[in-house]
T-cell receptor, first 118, second 110 residues
């Protein structure tokens, strides 16, 4: 089945530094990928929709300049948390959708990246 | 009011028990409904889609009540491996409109 790989799974960084998280679709091409953020015991919150070859669409309240998203190829989207602060510590998950010939699709999630900002 | 609400649990049940989860959603225009399973510190995985007519997959039965705007998940003959958090997910049609509930935690004990 389709697999979405996310890297790194864990990252610890100092406040003020930038962190890049990669999301790759391993055996399919994904024109659209999604980035979520999940706090402990909370819902997954959609941050942005990443579109290959164009600018990402951000949800209300998500800072575009803080969470930079790049979707340069059909198999790779990256999320860069710029000038990270402790409040950015969270579990970040990406997902990618596949489309079947009959127009139905399925969403596959990456393994998630746990960011801790000291 | 939250867009998708679930009882957080935890539901502590013995092996073999039947357990039911409910989920309510606020947007009457919602078109797609799913149950996802999420193990601790792992990514969510699709358990089943929920159709208007209700659907069953082995020990799992999902139902949708559009009039009352709620979705249910029934797990029969619970296994230890069913222990996880179950996320109710509601969408407006496209995957970029998915709204996730906070999840209901299930703990199955011997």
């Amino acid at each position: 089945g389709a697999v979405v790989s996310q890297h790194p799974s864990r990252v610890i960084c100092k406040s003020g530094t930038s962190v890049k998280i990669e999301c790759r679709s391993l055996d399919f091409q994904a024109t659209t990928m999604f980035w979520y953020r999940q706090f402990p015991k909370k819902s997954l919150m959609l941050m942005a929709t990443s579109n290959e070859g164009s600018k990402a669409t951000y949800e209300q309240g998500v800072e575009k300049d803080k969470f930079l998203i790049n979707h340069a190829s059909l198999t790779l989207s990256t999320l860069t948390v710029t000038s990270a602060h402790p409040e950015d510590s969270s579990f970040y998950i990406c997902s990618a959708q596949t489309w079947d010939r009959d127009g139905t699709g399925e969403l596959f999630f990456g393994e998630g990246s746990r960011l801790t900002v000291l | 009011r939250k867009e998708v609400e679930q009882d957080p649990g935890p539901f502590n049940v013995p092996e073999g028990a039947t357990v039911a989860f409910n989920c309510t959603y606020s947007n009457s225009a919602s078109q797609s409904f799913f149950w996802y399973r999420q193990d601790c510190r792992k990514e969510p995985k699709l358990l089943m889609s929920v159709y208007s007519s209700g659907n069953e997959d082995g020990r799992f039965t999902a139902q949708l009540n559009r009039a009352s705007q709620y979705i249910s998940l029934l797990i029969r003959d619970s296994k230890l491996s069913d222990s996880a958090t179950y996320l109710c997910v509601v969408g407006g049609g496209g995957y970029n409109k998915l709204i996730f509930g906070a999840g209901t935690r299930l703990a199955v004990h011997p």
